[in-house]
């Protein structure tokens, strides 16, 4: 059955993705060269839309109604709609402000957090007691975990097939977490998201045919985190805490030397620069294809380190 959830979000973005970026080159939807971007020809937009499709059509089909569901739709909705307008407003090279996306983004994460998608707490390792945190601080950890998540994912999409691949193999890393654990509902989205960022790989391996923007990134990055809570973060000990941490460690620890790095020079966190890893391994001489192959196979590593903490139950 997961097979088949897989398949039926593989085929419905590759089924989209076409007609939408025929319709993406007619509304003139489309990502322009720059100096601080790879491509030299423009890069039609859009493919956001078939990946939420790809992801949520066959969600609300497979899972049963109820808050969560209904959240996580809403939650994704508004990523997507504030996405979109920021790639409208990229595609005229101008730039959309940051607040009204930091707004959107934390009320996602609320409405995940309202619907019972959090961090409640951990597993005491010496008595085996769930130690659960005050609501504050779990409501806290949640917007942080969920918000960050979404913003390093969209920080990685700057090469053909970069994003999409760590998200994919981030994906599978959260299934393989998600069945160990006998979590359903997890298991299902995760692999959704495995189908539907395969599905998209298709046309972004390079040279891209079509790009997700940041509407599709921070809604696979949005989806991400919120999975992480819903399954790998259940009841786990001080330790294992790591596991879906590590899942996501390229991109996290990427762009928590980005931040930094911006911060101490004075720069806002969200200005676009040539800082990220991918940018530093091109500067280093490494082509396109060797970037993005090092950097999976860096994701994979730090996924099997997961699944090792995992496997030891620690």
Known sequence: MYLLYSI??????????PPLRKLAINLDFVDRPSSRKIHIEPVP?????????????PYLAFID???????????????????????????????????????????????????????????????NEMVFLPTWLQFILTILWIFGVTTVINFM????????????????????????????????????????????????????????GDAGATFIGFMLGVIALDGAFKQVTAVSVLIPVLALGVPIIDNLYVVAKRMLAGKPIYQADRSQMHY????????????VLIIYLMSICLSLASIVLLLINI
């Open 8 to 17: 039926c979000s593989f085929l419905t973005v590759i089924a989209l993705i």
């Open 45 to 57: 937009h859009l493919a956001s839309i078939a990946i939420f499709l790809g992801f949520i059509i």
């Open 65 to 127: 109604w109820n808050q969560k569901s209904i959240a996580i739709l809403i939650g994704s909705l508004l990523i997507i709609g504030i996405g979109l307008i920021d790639d409208w407003y990229k595609t005229k090279a101008k730039d959309f402000a940051a607040w009204p996306k930091l707004i959107v983004q934390v009320a996602a994460a609320a409405i995940a957090f309202s619907a019972g998608i959090t961090f409640e707490g951990f597993t005491n390792p010496f008595t």
């Open 157 to 212: 999409d700057g090469l053909d097939g970069l994003s999409g691949g760590i998200s994919a193999i981030a994906a599978i890393t959260l299934f393989i977490i998600a069945l160990s654990k006998g979590q359903i509902d997890s298991a299902i989205m995760s692999i959704l998201l495995v189908g539907a960022t395969l599905g998209y790989l298709i046309f972004n391996k390079p040279p891209a045919k079509i790009y997700m």
């Open 280 to 291: 530093r391994l091109l500067s280093a001489g490494l082509t396109q294809k060797q970037t």
